[in-house]
Structures are given as C-alpha cells and as structure tokens.
C-alpha cells in the first residue's frame, strides 16, 4: 500500500465549477500537509500549507485536513481555464528528517 | 527574493557520460532537496541535504548517484555512468529551517 493515494485523473470540469481534490494517507505521524500546482514542464508551485485539522482558505483555494479519515481535501471555487494543471498532495512526519511525500497528482482540466 | 534556481534547464547526455545538476536554494534556507519525477508519476524523494551535510538520502540509488551541499555554492547531484533509465526532471527544493518547500523550475536530463 502507498504511503499516499491520490487519484490520477484526468478531471473535467465547465468553467466556475467548484473542483474537489483528494488524496488519502496512511501514515498516522503525518502531521503537515501541503497542495502544490504543477503546470507542464514546471516546477511545483505551493498553494496551501497547513498542519491541523480542519479547514484553511485563500482566495478561492480551501483545503481540509482530516486526521481522523486520514483524508485531505482541496477545493477551488469558481475554478477556472488556468486553474487546468496538474494538483499535488504532501505531507510530511516531525520526525526530523521532514521527508515529503507526495501524491502522484491530479490533472485537473478546466473546461473554458 | 529569488526563487529556487535549477541549472542547467536541459541537458543531453550519452549512455555513460556523467551529469550534474545544479540547485541554488531560496536565501536564509539552509535545507535542500532533490526529487525526481518521471513522466505521468508523481515526484520521488531522492535525498534531503544541509549545507556540508546528508540527513536522508534512503531514496537515491547507491549506485552512481551522489548529492552533496558544499559550504559554499550550490548543491550539487551528480549521476555517473548516465543510462536511459535515467532520464527524467529532477527538482530541486529548499525549505526554511522546517516548513514549506519551495520548487525551482527542474532540470530535464535525457539520455542518448
């Protein structure tokens, strides 16, 4: 079983529809998580960080951590053409050595 | 503030050449790391690095993989003896000293 599941896609929605995108985990020492968006032939762009449950938002991106389900979520609202990329989840121990794990990602497609 | 700086961008290499990549991290981030990613994968944790310093290397091969984090200047990976299987974007990240990682643009080795 993968440390981290996320599913692949590929996602396609209309222009303005709220987008959910998830990834479960099993490692339960997990305790920050992260959404990157990667655009093709680009580097990881960070989008959110967070370290506790429940919800964050910024700007029209909410993310959801769920320790208990071992579940996180990102939502984006009004989602737009530019908003089709590919989404990647991580997380991350306190163990020390902060070893990031990702997802294998998302490829969201926006539909203009 | 400059972000994470990658060079080189591209490189082409020869079965059995040698290649290294370069990664000049974020200003006051002491923390480096490098990851690979493979087309239609998710990004693979090879080595985390402090300046003069290995912490977590358990995902690079043993073999003809070396990262190093020198006092001064870059961190460098090196990859002797290049095969076709290594061909890939290797990314770079730095973070604080925990927290966040932030992204260069990646280094697209192909090999020949």
């Known amino acids: 079983q993968k440390e981290v599941e996320q599913d692949p896609g590929p996602l396609s929605v209309p222009e303005g529809a709220i987008v959910s995108l998830n990834c479960t985990y099993s490692?339960?020492?997990?305790?920050?998580f992260m959404w990157y968006r990667q655009y093709s032939r680009k580097g990881p762009e960070l989008l959110m960080y967070?370290?506790?449950?429940g919800n964050k938002e910024d700007g029209r991106f909410t993310a959801q951590v769920d320790k208990s389900s071992k579940y996180i979520s990102l939502f984006i609202r009004d989602s737009q053409p530019s908003d089709s990329a590919t989404y990647l989840c991580?997380?991350?121990?306190?163990?020390?050595?902060?070893?990031?794990?990702f997802g294998t990602g998302t490829r969201l497609k926006v539909l203009a | 503030n400059a972000g994470v700086m990658q060079n080189p961008r591209h490189l082409v290499r020869r079965r059995g050449q040698e290649a290294r990549l370069r990664c000049s991290p974020m200003?006051?981030?002491?923390?480096v790391y490098w990851y690979r990613q493979l087309p239609e994968e998710g990004l693979k944790f090879m080595v985390y690095?402090?300046?003069?310093?290995?912490?977590?290397e358990s995902g690079m091969p043993k073999e003809r993989f070396s990262a190093e984090f020198p006092k001064e200047g870059p961190s460098i990976l090196r990859i002797q003896q290049v095969v076709r299987g290594d061909s890939a974007a290797y990314f770079c990240?730095?973070?604080?000293?925990?927290?966040?990682?932030?992204f260069g643009e990646g280094s697209r080795l192909t090999v020949l």
């Open positions: 990240a730095s973070s604080p000293a925990t927290g966040e990682l932030f």
């Open positions: 490692n339960s020492a997990f305790q920050y």
């Open positions: 967070t370290y506790s449950s």
């Open positions: 991580a997380m991350t121990t306190t163990s020390g050595t902060y070893k990031y794990i």
């Open positions: 200003k006051g981030h002491s923390h």
């Open positions: 690095l402090q300046k003069e310093n290995i912490i977590d």
